[in-house]
């Protein structure tokens, strides 16, 4: 970890701040991980940013994409998990409109939690 020595305007030293550098394996992960499952992908750039980790999971769009992506899984998980165990009266569902609900949550989870890393890195 870095320590940077930030000044306030009269030039007296106000502390420091950790600093630690993205992972250098940040790009090539996200985007390997990206095209393959996008919500991955941003998962990776940010679980690999450093310090700046703190700053983007503070962002309400990333946090808003993210909990979408998990609330529109969570549904067809739970069949998944009821049919295996036998809880569901079809012991083999086929629930396509819970599998098109996950696609479409998690295409714009995808979407909202992209604008807040870039609404962040601007910053």
Do not use: C, H
């Amino acid at each position: 970890m870095f320590a940077e020595r930030l000044t306030d305007t009269t030039g007296r030293t106000a502390g420091m701040v950790d600093f630690t550098p993205p992972s250098p394996f940040r790009i090539p992960v996200a985007v390997l991980l990206g095209l393959a499952v996008p919500p991955l992908g941003l998962l990776a750039w940010i679980g690999l940013s450093g310090s700046r980790r703190r700053d983007y999971l503070q962002s309400k769009w990333v946090s808003w994409g993210f909990v979408l992506v998990v609330v529109s899984a969570a549904p067809l998980i739970f069949v998944a998990a009821a049919a295996s165990l036998g809880l569901w009266p079809d012991p083999d569902p086929n629930p396509i409109g819970l599998g098109l609900l996950l696609v479409a949550g998690s295409g714009l989870g995808t979407v909202l939690a992209a604008l807040g890393i870039l609404s962040v890195s601007r910053n």
